[in-house]
Protein backbone atom coordinates (compact mmCIF):
# COMPACT_ATOMS: atom_id res chain seq x y z
CA UNK A 1 0.00 0.00 0.00
CA UNK A 2 1.25 3.45 0.30
CA UNK A 3 2.50 3.36 3.43
CA UNK A 4 5.83 4.48 4.65
CA UNK A 5 8.27 1.89 5.99
CA UNK A 6 8.58 2.71 9.13
CA UNK A 7 6.30 5.07 10.44
CA UNK A 8 6.33 6.78 13.78
CA UNK A 9 3.01 8.16 14.50
CA UNK A 10 2.09 10.10 18.06
CA UNK A 11 4.88 7.93 19.42
CA UNK A 12 8.01 9.47 21.61
CA UNK A 13 11.60 8.21 22.21
CA UNK A 14 11.54 5.04 19.55
CA UNK A 15 14.73 4.55 18.46
CA UNK A 16 15.64 3.71 15.23
CA UNK A 17 18.97 2.28 14.40
CA UNK A 18 21.36 0.38 12.31
CA UNK A 19 18.47 -0.86 9.41
CA UNK A 20 18.81 -1.23 6.17
CA UNK A 21 15.36 0.34 5.02
CA UNK A 22 14.19 -0.35 1.30
CA UNK A 23 11.23 0.86 -0.33
CA UNK A 24 9.43 0.09 -3.57
CA UNK A 25 10.94 2.96 -6.02
CA UNK A 26 12.09 0.14 -8.36
CA UNK A 27 8.50 -1.34 -8.42
CA UNK A 28 6.30 1.36 -7.82
CA UNK A 29 3.58 0.71 -10.42
CA UNK A 30 2.92 -2.27 -7.91
CA UNK A 31 1.92 0.25 -5.46
CA UNK A 32 -1.81 0.27 -3.91
CA UNK A 33 -4.12 3.01 -2.61
CA UNK A 34 -2.93 5.72 -5.56
CA UNK A 35 -2.96 3.60 -8.67
CA UNK A 36 0.88 3.28 -8.58
CA UNK A 37 2.19 6.98 -7.89
CA UNK A 38 4.78 7.57 -5.02
CA UNK A 39 4.28 8.34 -1.45
CA UNK A 40 6.85 6.06 0.33
CA UNK A 41 9.34 7.33 2.84
CA UNK A 42 12.02 4.90 4.55
CA UNK A 43 11.09 6.61 7.64
CA UNK A 44 8.58 9.04 8.67
CA UNK A 45 7.43 10.68 11.92
CA UNK A 46 3.57 12.59 11.61
CA UNK A 47 0.82 13.41 14.23
CA UNK A 48 2.95 14.98 16.94
CA UNK A 49 5.19 12.12 17.05
CA UNK A 50 9.00 12.47 17.00
CA UNK A 51 9.65 13.99 20.63
CA UNK A 52 13.42 12.32 21.64
CA UNK A 53 13.17 10.30 18.25
CA UNK A 54 16.69 9.09 17.18
CA UNK A 55 17.20 7.71 13.35
CA UNK A 56 20.91 6.67 13.89
CA UNK A 57 22.96 4.46 11.21
CA UNK A 58 20.33 3.53 8.65
CA UNK A 59 21.09 2.98 4.99
CA UNK A 60 17.55 4.57 3.36
CA UNK A 61 17.24 3.35 0.03
CA UNK A 62 14.69 3.69 -2.81
CA UNK A 63 12.17 5.44 -1.02
CA UNK A 64 9.47 6.68 -3.93
CA UNK A 65 9.01 10.05 -2.20
CA UNK A 66 11.63 11.05 0.93
CA UNK A 67 14.42 9.09 3.04
CA UNK A 68 13.58 10.60 5.98
CA UNK A 69 10.40 12.69 6.07
CA UNK A 70 9.19 14.81 9.08
CA UNK A 71 4.93 15.27 8.27
CA UNK A 72 5.17 18.95 9.15
CA UNK A 73 3.34 17.88 12.38
CA UNK A 74 4.71 19.82 14.83
CA UNK A 75 7.45 17.18 15.28
CA UNK A 76 10.40 18.54 18.14
CA UNK A 77 13.43 17.14 19.26
CA UNK A 78 14.53 14.13 17.07
CA UNK A 79 17.66 13.53 16.08
CA UNK A 80 19.20 12.24 12.58
CA UNK A 81 22.48 11.35 12.23
CA UNK A 82 25.20 8.65 10.39
CA UNK A 83 22.81 7.71 7.55
CA UNK A 84 23.06 7.31 4.43
CA UNK A 85 20.13 7.60 2.11
CA UNK A 86 20.41 6.68 -1.84
CA UNK A 87 18.29 6.68 -4.63
CA UNK A 88 14.58 8.11 -2.95
CA UNK A 89 12.60 9.85 -4.78
CA UNK A 90 10.22 9.83 -8.26
CA UNK A 91 10.20 13.42 -8.39
CA UNK A 92 11.63 17.02 -8.06
CA UNK A 93 9.32 17.45 -4.91
CA UNK A 94 11.01 13.95 -3.02
CA UNK A 95 14.12 14.28 -1.33
CA UNK A 96 16.68 12.69 0.81
CA UNK A 97 15.66 14.16 4.14
CA UNK A 98 12.36 16.49 4.15
CA UNK A 99 12.06 18.17 7.91
CA UNK A 100 10.07 20.97 8.83
CA UNK A 101 10.38 20.44 12.72
CA UNK A 102 11.46 22.27 15.87
CA UNK A 103 14.42 21.73 17.64
CA UNK A 104 16.35 18.89 16.33
CA UNK A 105 19.56 17.65 14.76
CA UNK A 106 20.51 16.04 11.35
CA UNK A 107 24.06 15.13 11.90
CA UNK A 108 26.96 13.37 9.89
CA UNK A 109 24.48 11.78 7.02
CA UNK A 110 25.30 11.65 3.62
CA UNK A 111 22.52 11.78 0.86
CA UNK A 112 22.98 11.74 -2.35
CA UNK A 113 20.80 10.57 -6.00
CA UNK A 114 17.88 11.92 -4.49
CA UNK A 115 15.29 12.83 -6.84
CA UNK A 116 15.27 16.64 -5.43
CA UNK A 117 17.23 18.29 -2.95
CA UNK A 118 19.48 15.82 -0.68
CA UNK A 119 18.47 18.17 2.08
CA UNK A 120 15.04 19.93 2.51
CA UNK A 121 14.17 22.14 4.90
CA UNK A 122 10.96 23.59 4.31
CA UNK A 123 7.52 23.94 5.79
CA UNK A 124 5.14 21.37 6.26
CA UNK A 125 1.12 21.76 6.84
CA UNK A 126 -1.32 19.69 9.18
CA UNK A 127 -5.20 19.99 9.94
CA UNK A 128 -5.84 22.54 12.76
CA UNK A 129 -6.66 20.39 15.67
CA UNK A 130 -9.42 23.66 16.55
CA UNK A 131 -10.80 23.62 12.96
CA UNK A 132 -10.19 20.21 11.03
CA UNK A 133 -12.24 21.87 8.06
CA UNK A 134 -10.20 24.66 8.02
CA UNK A 135 -7.43 25.81 6.77
CA UNK A 136 -4.10 24.05 7.24
CA UNK A 137 -1.56 25.14 9.66
CA UNK A 138 1.65 25.22 8.43
CA UNK A 139 4.61 24.43 10.57
CA UNK A 140 8.18 25.93 9.52
CA UNK A 141 11.54 24.28 10.64
CA UNK A 142 12.68 26.49 13.41
CA UNK A 143 15.69 25.24 15.87
CA UNK A 144 17.58 23.36 13.67
CA UNK A 145 21.27 22.71 13.52
CA UNK A 146 22.17 20.99 10.75
CA UNK A 147 26.08 20.10 11.07
CA UNK A 148 28.92 17.74 8.99
CA UNK A 149 26.51 16.19 6.26
CA UNK A 150 27.78 15.23 2.95
CA UNK A 151 25.47 15.97 0.25
CA UNK A 152 26.25 15.44 -3.67
CA UNK A 153 24.63 14.34 -6.68
CA UNK A 154 25.35 10.83 -7.72
CA UNK A 155 28.39 11.25 -10.71
CA UNK A 156 26.99 7.72 -12.45
CA UNK A 157 22.88 8.91 -12.97
CA UNK A 158 23.12 12.29 -12.38
CA UNK A 159 20.63 12.50 -10.07
CA UNK A 160 19.91 15.33 -7.10
CA UNK A 161 20.79 18.54 -9.13
CA UNK A 162 20.25 20.77 -5.75
CA UNK A 163 21.83 20.45 -2.62
CA UNK A 164 20.02 21.56 0.36
CA UNK A 165 17.33 24.65 0.66
CA UNK A 166 16.51 25.92 3.97
CA UNK A 167 13.59 28.21 5.21
CA UNK A 168 12.36 29.18 8.82
CA UNK A 169 13.52 30.29 11.97
CA UNK A 170 16.72 30.10 14.29
CA UNK A 171 18.42 27.38 12.08
CA UNK A 172 21.96 26.91 11.90
CA UNK A 173 23.88 25.07 9.68
CA UNK A 174 27.87 24.45 10.11
CA UNK A 175 30.41 22.11 8.52
CA UNK A 176 28.74 20.63 5.55
CA UNK A 177 29.75 19.68 2.11
CA UNK A 178 27.37 20.20 -0.58
CA UNK A 179 28.73 19.26 -4.03
CA UNK A 180 27.65 18.99 -7.96
CA UNK A 181 24.50 19.60 -9.81
CA UNK A 182 22.84 22.51 -10.30
CA UNK A 183 22.29 24.23 -6.94
CA UNK A 184 24.27 24.67 -3.58
CA UNK A 185 22.46 25.97 -1.34
CA UNK A 186 19.14 27.95 -1.21
CA UNK A 187 17.74 30.29 1.18
CA UNK A 188 14.44 30.40 0.75
CA UNK A 189 12.48 33.20 2.33
CA UNK A 190 8.92 33.35 0.63
CA UNK A 191 7.14 32.65 3.61
CA UNK A 192 9.66 34.66 5.93
CA UNK A 193 12.54 33.88 7.73
CA UNK A 194 14.78 35.16 10.36
CA UNK A 195 17.92 34.81 13.05
CA UNK A 196 19.44 31.55 10.45
CA UNK A 197 22.82 30.71 10.39
CA UNK A 198 25.08 29.39 7.43
CA UNK A 199 28.92 28.94 8.29
CA UNK A 200 31.87 26.80 7.17
CA UNK A 201 30.43 25.01 4.69
CA UNK A 202 32.06 24.01 1.58
CA UNK A 203 29.45 24.55 -1.79
CA UNK A 204 31.67 22.75 -4.75
CA UNK A 205 31.73 21.61 -7.85
CA UNK A 206 27.70 23.57 -8.78
CA UNK A 207 26.84 24.27 -12.36
CA UNK A 208 24.49 27.31 -11.97
CA UNK A 209 24.95 28.63 -8.36
CA UNK A 210 26.48 27.70 -4.99
CA UNK A 211 24.41 30.22 -2.76
CA UNK A 212 21.47 31.96 -3.48
CA UNK A 213 18.89 34.27 -1.62
CA UNK A 214 15.42 33.85 -3.01
CA UNK A 215 12.77 36.17 -1.05
CA UNK A 216 15.35 36.43 2.09
CA UNK A 217 15.83 39.27 3.94
CA UNK A 218 19.82 39.17 4.12
CA UNK A 219 20.06 41.77 7.08
CA UNK A 220 18.22 39.44 9.61
CA UNK A 221 20.16 36.13 8.43
CA UNK A 222 23.65 35.33 8.17
CA UNK A 223 26.02 33.68 6.23
CA UNK A 224 29.49 33.78 6.13
CA UNK A 225 33.28 32.01 6.11
CA UNK A 226 32.13 29.22 3.81
CA UNK A 227 33.66 28.37 0.86
CA UNK A 228 33.20 28.14 -3.10
CA UNK A 229 34.43 26.25 -5.73
CA UNK A 230 34.01 27.75 -8.43
CA UNK A 231 32.65 31.12 -7.28
CA UNK A 232 30.05 32.89 -8.73
CA UNK A 233 28.55 36.53 -8.58
CA UNK A 234 25.53 34.76 -5.45
CA UNK A 235 28.72 33.74 -2.89
CA UNK A 236 27.95 35.62 0.32
CA UNK A 237 30.08 36.75 3.35
CA UNK A 238 32.97 39.21 3.48
CA UNK A 239 34.83 36.40 5.19
CA UNK A 240 33.94 33.55 2.65
CA UNK A 241 36.83 32.35 0.11
CA UNK A 242 36.64 31.05 -2.93
CA UNK A 243 38.90 28.38 -4.37
CA UNK A 244 39.37 24.68 -5.36
CA UNK A 245 38.83 22.53 -1.85
CA UNK A 246 40.74 20.07 -2.94
CA UNK A 247 39.37 16.73 -1.88
CA UNK A 248 41.37 14.33 -1.54
CA UNK A 249 38.77 12.34 -4.12
CA UNK A 250 37.49 13.16 -7.19
CA UNK A 251 33.81 14.46 -6.95
CA UNK A 252 32.66 13.36 -10.59
CA UNK A 253 34.58 9.99 -9.94
CA UNK A 254 31.55 6.95 -8.33
CA UNK A 255 34.91 5.10 -7.50
CA UNK A 256 36.77 7.59 -5.62
CA UNK A 257 34.39 10.18 -3.42
CA UNK A 258 36.45 11.10 -0.46
CA UNK A 259 35.80 14.21 0.91
CA UNK A 260 38.04 14.65 2.87
CA UNK A 261 40.27 17.53 2.68
CA UNK A 262 43.89 17.34 0.91
CA UNK A 263 46.18 18.27 4.48
CA UNK A 264 48.94 19.97 1.52
Sequence with gaps: ?????????????????????????????????????????????????????????????????????????????????????????????????????????????????????????????????????????????????????ISLQDPISGRQNSQSLLTGLNNEMYNNVLVGGTVGFWFFGGEGGTGNKVYNNIFAHNSSTSFGWNGWDQETNEADYNAFYPGDANDEGANSITGDPQFNGDANDANDLDFSLDAN
Design 1 to 149: TDADVAWVAASEYVWINGLVIQGPRWRVSELGGTGGGSGVDCISWSNSGGNGCRATNCVLINGTHCGLKEQGHGGTNILVEANVGIYNGMTGLDHGIYFPCEDSTVNGNIFTASAGYGMHTYAGSQPDPNDPNGPWVRHHPSGLLITRN
